[in-house]
């Protein structure tokens, strides 16, 4: 492959969708998340859920809140987290998008020296994602 060669490697991810993913890479902060999909808790709570430490949870929940995935309720004293669920709409949209390749990444090499076809080369009909063996000269 011609390391010259431009092959339009855009992310078509938003970085509001890397963010939120990125923050729920780690797995105390997917347990948190998970614990916030069955409604509104305070840190105390969480933390007694999930066993862990109030600062732990602390930190975690404001890793989350930067990514834009919870939203907090301050009552009194008190804090309370929930998912923001248009983010996470946002987010799970984003993401199928992301990984559901369309038609035309199937059936079109996008490479600029795909086996000497040239950009745009077109895998014959009725063979997505098949593309024919070309003989090599001896």
Request: proline fraction near 7%; aromatic fraction near 4%; charge should be negative.
């Amino acid at each position: 492959m011609d390391p010259t060669h431009d092959h339009d490697a855009e992310p078509s991810l938003p970085s509001a969708a890397v963010a939120g993913l990125a923050a729920l890479a780690e797995p105390n902060r997917a347990r948190i998340f998970e614990l916030l999909r069955h409604g509104e808790h305070c840190v105390c709570d969480v933390g007694d859920m999930l066993g862990l430490s109030t600062a732990l949870v602390s930190h975690h929940l404001r890793a989350l809140r930067g990514s834009g995935l919870i939203r907090e309720r301050r009552a009194g004293r008190w804090v309370y987290y929930s998912l923001d669920l248009e983010q996470v709409g946002a987010l799970k949209a984003a993401v199928t998008t992301f990984l559901s390749p369309g038609d035309e990444a199937t059936t079109t090499c996008r490479c600029s020296d795909c086996g000497g076809r040239g950009p745009g080369f077109t895998i014959p009909a009725g063979q997505p994602g098949v593309i024919p063996l070309v003989e090599v000269p001896a």
